[in-house]
């Protein structure tokens, strides 16, 4: 299987049910949300699947890319779609495990966009999320976006992060986090129950 991205760069995709990738729509909107913040950023991908977002941002000029994929053969993927469109002042890495052991390895580091995109019915957006937020990933002005079902409105909210905006795609939504401006217990406001802005 194969998809386009940004300049109509052809990816390679792992077949079956291996990887659920983002669709088209919902990347585009993406990265029309994130106009003019690609350009020389490091770039977290977690739960790559074939890496068409990491491979997206590298198109847009990220600095960095770096992927966290369980599935070996993802993995090759990976590589062989980010090798195509690297340049040789860009570098990227991945990282092959499961996100919730492998993320503890980039403590130390900074991102300024990271994608999470787990299997919808995964148990993996609570620990993810609060890793994240443990060690210290989101750059200050940086955003962590993650792809969910839109009838999923109970993302974990850590002190140290807030959700700056929410989008839905058809029965696909996604969820934005900043670093929070205050510490302490988010308000019951900020419990992902504010209404979603439908974009078709």
């Known amino acids: 299987m194969s998809l386009r991205i940004y300049g109509n760069r052809q990816l390679k995709t792992l077949s079956g049910q291996d990887t659920r990738p983002t669709p088209s729509l919902v990347r585009e909107a993406l990265f029309n949300i994130w106009q003019g913040t690609i350009a020389d950023c490091r770039w977290l991908d977690l739960c790559t699947g074939s890496g068409a977002m990491g491979a997206e941002a590298l198109c847009r000029g990220a600095a960095l890319a770096v992927g966290i994929e369980r599935s ?3 993995c090759a993927i990976i590589r062989e779609n980010w090798q195509q469109v690297a340049n040789p002042d860009q570098t990227f890495q991945i990282l092959r495990g499961d996100v919730r052991q492998r993320i503890k390895t980039l403590e130390g580091q900074q991102f300024d966009r990271i994608y999470f995109d787990p299997p919808y019915a995964s148990d ?25 079902r839109g009838d999923q409105l109970d993302l974990p909210i850590p002190s140290s992060l807030e ?18 401006q205050e510490s ?17």
């Open 72 to 74: 070996p053969r993802g």
């Open 124 to 148: 993996l957006y609570k620990p993810v999320i609060e890793a994240i937020a443990h060690y210290q990933l989101l750059a200050p002005e940086g955003e962590l976006a993650v792809e969910h």
């Open 163 to 180: 959700i700056c905006r929410q989008k839905a795609y058809g029965n696909i939504a996604l969820t934005f986090y900043s670093r929070s």
């Open 184 to 200: 302490g217990i988010r308000s019951q406001e900020k419990t992902g129950h504010s209404p979603m802005t439908n974009d078709k």
